[in-house]
């Protein structure tokens, strides 16, 4: 992954020619480091995304949908105030460096032009957001603030003057000559001339230059070349699949794996969708992750014990026959005997066994004695079938919980979490004076197949369960990958053409425990044949008439099948 001064070079551009004279309509903060201007230029709506995550701090166009909290951040509400109504003027890049500004003209509240500047710094755990007047070139605010005693080159507060950041000695190759270029490269007196002296020159793209020969003049050449293709140059924006690394064009450290993207914004949206969110959610699920581990590991434990027990139980049948040998030849059997020797008549050569005996019990007393072991092992053992069996049913239940977490969007959590509240594994959490909430509707996730038929998968048990059980109406087609963890799929038509079929069978295999595999069984029926049997876990189901296809996960078919239901809900 490299968001270079290159790449932001690139993004820049293409932001400018698609938003410029743009009228920012609507600014969304669905998380503590992201926004989400929502742009309309050139008769088209754009959804803008500002990100200073510490991790994946980015900018570029996206497709996606973010969940926005019931109240907007603070910062949210200025940049509404200032910026809301207002259009783009011009989206530059800053020297060379990972640094857009939007500036921006629009009116104040009494009819005056005002002219603003949103500044995006890419840089890592110091990425920010910061709204500036761009008349007076004070900070009106930003997402993270600085105090001078965290730096003292520059304070990032409400009222200071905005600096941008250090350059650390280094020039904007694009603008020196081709002459002052090469001088500099030639009078470097280190190993990384490009990385160290130019602004943006990532280590990847120094890695690139030294592939044109071990000879300087042949680096300069090629670091020429480069400049060239991304300052004028059409680029081709490609991922390497399986090194998962993007670049510009690609380069000679990529595989043959490669997916190729008719814009850097487009591969932005794909590299970047979920990286962050999964990250966010591993960070608030951690806890909950760690509790069904070990109530898992806690569950294996009990069915080895268990297990155990079983094996002991299997020999029940051993007591009966020594409880009734022993009543046979009672007569042989005197009080104070710890042992007596019998005819095993059980055995065709009729040979003799051995019965121990307590000797402070009567003849009669140690034989019901062995007549109870037989009984409480006969029962114990009907028992410990059930308690295995549900064990077993309980370690597939937690596998599914964190398959279901670590494939969850945020607001899935919150159902999850609700999920493992009613079932007792973790304490409810009730804060005082907290009003009860009426319980919200799951949301299950919505996609759309290329005929226009609308497909619906649940993320969690509880979005499962409402979607088989409450929103499906009887003929509509329910899919679930054939003895494999996964989503309830539901397509919302009673007679779906095979294409429809195979791109929900592609969205049950997706979001499954299958998900790496191929050729993944699913199966299919109608929802009137897909049954809750009493008692059963959240999500839990039986169905019969089925039938069964095979279809292989790949992740453009699903993206393509979500980009479908966006586009079709911004219609």
Not at 227 to 236: M, S, T
Not at 271 to 300: C, F, P, W
Not at 527 to 542: E, M, N
Request: proline fraction near 5%; glycine fraction near 4%; charge should be positive.
């Amino acid at each position: 992954m490299t968001y270079d001064g290159l790449v932001t070079r690139r993004v820049s551009k293409e932001l400018h020619t698609l938003l410029a004279t743009g009228r920012i309509l609507k600014i969304y903060q669905p998380t503590k480091t992201e926004l989400v201007l929502n742009i309309r230029a050139n008769g088209q709506t754009h959804r803008l995304l500002l990100s200073m995550h510490p991790v994946y701090a980015r900018v570029h166009l996206t497709a996606e949908k973010y969940t926005n909290p019931k109240e907007p951040p603070m910062f949210c509400m200025l940049l509404r105030k200032h910026l809301e109504g207002s259009f783009i003027h011009n989206i530059s890049q800053y020297e060379n460096e990972r640094i857009i500004e939007l500036s921006i003209q629009g009116k104040n509240e009494i009819g005056d032009d005002v002219r603003k500047r949103l500044v995006i710094e890419i840089m890592g755990k110091h990425s920010n957001i910061i709204l500036v007047d761009a008349d007076k070139g004070h900070i009106l605010d930003a997402m993270k603030h600085l105090s001078p005693y965290q730096n003292r080159f520059r304070t990032i507060q409400p009222g200071q003057a905005y600096i941008y950041p250090p350059t650390q000695g280094k020039v904007n190759p694009f603008n020196l000559t081709k002459e002052v270029r090469h001088s500099t490269i030639e009078s470097a007196s280190d190993e990384r001339p490009f990385l160290n002296h130019f602004m943006g020159i990532s280590p990847q793209i120094e890695q690139e230059i030294k592939t044109f020969g071990d000879d300087l003049d042949a680096q300069i050449e090629g670091f020429e070349q480069l400049l060239a293709k991304v300052n004028n140059g059409p680029v081709e924006p490609v991922i390497d699949q399986s090194q998962a690394a993007f670049y510009l064009f690609p380069l000679t450290s990529f595989t043959a794996d490669l997916k190729p993207f008719e814009s850097v914004n487009l591969l932005l949206d794909y590299y970047y969708r979920d990286k962050a969110d999964r990250d966010l959610v591993k960070q608030r699920a951690g806890d909950l992750i760690r509790v069904l581990q070990n109530e898992r590991s806690k569950t294996v434990r009990k069915i080895k014990k268990q297990q155990q027990t079983l094996k002991k139980a299997e020999n029940a049948a051993r007591y009966q026959k020594m409880g009734e040998l022993l009543t046979a030849h009672m007569h042989l059997v005197k009080q104070g005997d710890a042992s007596v020797e019998v005819l095993d008549y059980y055995e065709d050569d009729t040979p003799t066994l051995t019965i121990e005996l307590n000797p402070n019990k009567s003849p009669s007393e140690n034989a019901q004695s062995y007549f109870k072991t037989y009984q409480k092992l006969k029962t114990s053992k009907r028992i410990l079938d059930i308690e295995i069996k549900k064990a077993y049913e309980m370690i597939a239940y937690l596998d599914q919980l964190i398959e279901q977490i670590e494939k969850a969007r945020l607001e899935d959590l919150i159902e999850i979490r609700e999920e493992l509240e009613e079932e007792g594994l973790i304490k409810k959490k009730v804060a005082k004076n907290q009003k009860k909430n009426k319980p919200k509707k799951p949301t299950p996730d919505r996609y759309q197949s290329s005929d226009g038929t609308p497909i619906f998968v649940g993320k969690n048990n509880k979005q499962n369960e409402y979607l088989t059980m409450k929103f499906a109406s009887k003929q509509n087609i329910w899919l679930h990958t054939k003895d494999i963890p996964g989503s309830h799929v539901v397509i919302r038509a009673d007679d779906p053409s095979e294409t429809t079929l195979t791109e929900a069978a592609m969205l049950a295999a997706y979001f499954s425990k299958a998900q790496q595999s191929s050729s993944v069984p699913v199966d299919y029926t109608e929802i009137k044949h897909v049954h809750k049997p009493s008692g059963a876990k959240p999500g839990y189901v039986i169905y019969d008439s089925q039938k069964t296809l095979a279809v292989t996960p790949k992740k453009d078919v699903v993206e393509q099948l979500k980009q479908n239901e966006n586009l079709a809900s911004d219609k």
